[in-house]
């Protein structure tokens, strides 16, 4: 059996609960995707795939069904650390190419550096299978307009959620996923 996706779709969640699992559980609830069995996969955006909509995605959906995930998840039981996850896309010009998925999790960064940060991954990795030059010196701003500029990269964007932990002993959990039809 072949299963290439030919849409995707993003989410993203947080989920407070004073047990490590449940506060994940919530998360996937907040996102919408709790109800499907998640299959986490690797990172790779593939050949022709289309950027769903979430109302679109969930809606070709049914509960219990098993669904490819790349999803990227942190979580903290301390008050007031913050928290991010992020996916990071690249999709190449070229349509019959694959593009990248990236997985981000981290301490302490803003929604913006998370998301930076993610798409940087996903094109880097796409850049250099392209063979395109880069210089990892030059900040992401500069390398994205070096991919586009090139003509190989046509797009790069993220999802990211951030949370600070909750106080009173509670788990807050952060996930953000690219959910494959």
């Known amino acids: 059996m072949r299963f290439v ?3 995707l779709f993003l989410t993203r969640g947080v989920g407070i609960n004073k047990e490590k699992l449940n506060s994940f559980e919530m998360a996937l609830r907040n996102a ?6 998640i299959v986490r996969v690797s990172s790779i955006f593939p050949p022709g795939c289309k950027i769903a909509s979430p109302e679109e995605g969930l809606a070709a959906l049914e509960a219990g069904e098993v669904t490819f995930v790349v999803l990227a998840e942190m979580a903290t039981n301390e008050p007031g650390r913050r928290i991010a996850s992020s996916i990071g896309i690249a ?67 993220s999802i990211t959620q951030t949370a600070e932990g909750a106080s009173g002993g509670v788990w807050t959990t952060v996930v953000s996923a690219a959910v494959l039809l």
């Open 5 to 7: 996706p030919r849409k």
């Open 32 to 37: 919408g995707i709790a109800h499907l069995n």
């Open 91 to 157: 999709i190449p010009a070229d349509q019959k190419m694959y593009g990248y998925l990236s997985e981000h999790h981290t301490y302490g960064q803003t929604e913006k550096e998370a998301g930076d940060y993610a798409e940087d991954l996903a094109a880097s990795m796409l850049a250099t299978l392209l063979g395109v030059p880069f210089d990892l010196d030059k900040d992401y701003n500069e390398r994205r307009e070096q991919y586009r500029m090139g003509g190989h990269i046509v797009d790069s964007t």
